[in-house]
């Protein structure tokens, strides 16, 4: 090992380290893109196609490979997204209406009257009141209801001082 110091820092490729000594993969990730872009990519490609700014060739149709091609294009990406995190946001959609599907290939074909009326945000704030209603619901069914009791030996009633309720009482000291 020897002290000397570089004067002009190689710049660094995707193969070494940065120049600090830290991995690539333990450094932050430079593309790393807010919660939700996937299926907002995926989105435009959908209303792209809808719309007919996105045309396929005859028997073609928008399956998730093909979307993710086209997202993509559209961020500028080195690699594609992955084929199963597209299927992944199709199947969201399918399972909250937002979408339909053909199943042989799954792929696109429009969306839903649901879909088309209140959005794919409108959908979801639907879902989360809802599910935010069940658990309440749950959280009810699941407290017992305990009412506390009036009267009787735990609270007040027959066996305060001065009552009578020690006489057959076998531990009572007669107080």
Known sequence: MSDTTMTEEAPATPDTPEPDGVPEEDAPAKERRPRG???????????RYITGALTLPEGKSLTPHLVAREVQKDEGMDKPPSVGAVSAVFKRWDEYEFAQFSQKP???TDYTEKGREKGLQGIIADRRTVRKEERASRKAEDKPETEPQVGGDIVGGDSGPGSDSHVNDPFSTGF
Do not use: E, Y
């Open 106 to 108: 799954f792929a696109f």
């Open 37 to 47: 872009w996937l299926a907002a990519s995926v989105k435009a490609v959908c209303d």
